[in-house]
């Protein structure tokens, strides 16, 4: 059994599986790894530093033929960022956080499929209107920046207005039950993050992979301490999930007078220059329960279209085996 969707079909790839483009941690070898394992690898080019972008998209060339594609922080970016992706000849271009008309026109007349990430029906809707290719839908469950809804009630509503562009589910996804549980929302495939963290082709250092397989969901925390900590710059209505540390438990609801409060934030500076992970963020979201182990990006893809696989035949096999009740 395979599971082919429009997404596999758009990109030519084995599986519906995508690795969210996370910034500081998704680079030319992770992505060109899960590109490798058959589904669409994506370099995190976050704020579009272009020397750091250029130098990760020859890793991923160097080491897979197959598709992957390059995100950006809408937000954070120019035009010089999109025109030097566009260079690299990319599968596709993935905007995320922020209103992606100043740059749709000039990715889609490049030939190159745009994806949006969105986080509310609105702007899904303005996904949709500036010619999205694919749009994911992003729940709060996910790691990193992102916003409110819940991904499993937030996929289907954006599916239902998505007619027939393609919809990928973000948030919480972590394994094979939960790729399946996307396709029967109506998805084409699911965008992953946190899981591909827990390899050794991530851009992470050891202790921050053992961290998160050590993490539960009650580990992890959502809110604004650690952007307003790092100075990020980030718009407001998307908060962060991170692993919890000392200073978030400290700052937790008391965003306002961190704010303000400049020994606290000085205090951050210097034990951020040291390296002290009581301090610094690690970027998680509530899937750590189902991560317990590193494992190669590659074969992770394999592993999670297997288990999906084998989700959606028992799930309907138990379903004939029932019957039909009258």
Not at 36 to 44: F, T, V, W
Not at 196 to 201: D, L, S
């Amino acid at each position: 059994m395979s599971l082919p969707t429009a997404l596999t079909e758009m990109f030519g790839i084995d599986h519906p599986i995508v690795l969210a483009p996370m910034g500081g941690v998704a680079g030319g070898a992770l992505t060109a790894a899960v590109s490798e394992g058959g589904g669409l690898g994506m370099i995190g080019a976050g704020r579009g530093g272009l020397g750091w972008l250029g130098r990760e998209c020859g890793v991923a060339r160097a080491a897979t033929s197959r598709p992957w594609g390059i995100g950006f922080l809408t937000w954070a970016i120019g035009s010089e960022a999109v025109e030097a992706a566009i260079e690299q000849s990319p599968a596709a271009i993935m905007l995320s956080f922020g209103d992606p008309a100043p740059f749709a026109e000039t990715i889609r007349a490049a030939g190159i499929p745009l994806m949006v990430q969105v986080t509310t029906l609105d702007e899904a809707r303005r996904a949709l209107d500036v010619g999205a290719n694919v749009v994911v839908a992003q729940g709060t469950e996910a790691g990193g920046h992102g916003g409110g809804r819940a991904t499993l009630p937030f996929v289907p509503a954006v599916v239902d207005i998505a007619d027939t562009t393609p919809v990928l589910a973000a948030g919480g996804i972590a394994d094979g039950r939960g790729l399946a549980a996307t396709l029967m929302l109506g998805a084409a495939g699911a965008m992953i993050g946190t899981r591909f963290e827990a390899t050794p082709e991530a851009l992470l250092d050891p202790e921050e992979a053992k961290a998160i397989t050590a993490a539960e969901a009650a580990d992890t925390i959502r809110g604004r301490v650690l952007d307003i900590a790092t100075e990020a710059g980030w718009p407001e209505r998307y908060t962060a999930r991170t692993l919890r540390n000392g200073f978030t438990d400290t700052w937790e609801g008391r965003e306002s007078a961190l704010t303000s409060d400049q020994g606290a934030l000085a205090e951050f500076r210097a034990a951020a220059e040291r390296g002290d992970r009581e301090y610094l963020p690690i970027w998680a979201g509530e899937a750590v329960d189902l991560i317990t182990e590193l494992d190669s990006a590659t074969a992770l893809v394999a592993r999670i279209a297997e288990q999906a696989e084998r989700a959606i035949t028992a799930t309907g096999n138990a379903v004939r085996g029932r019957g039909v009740r009258h």
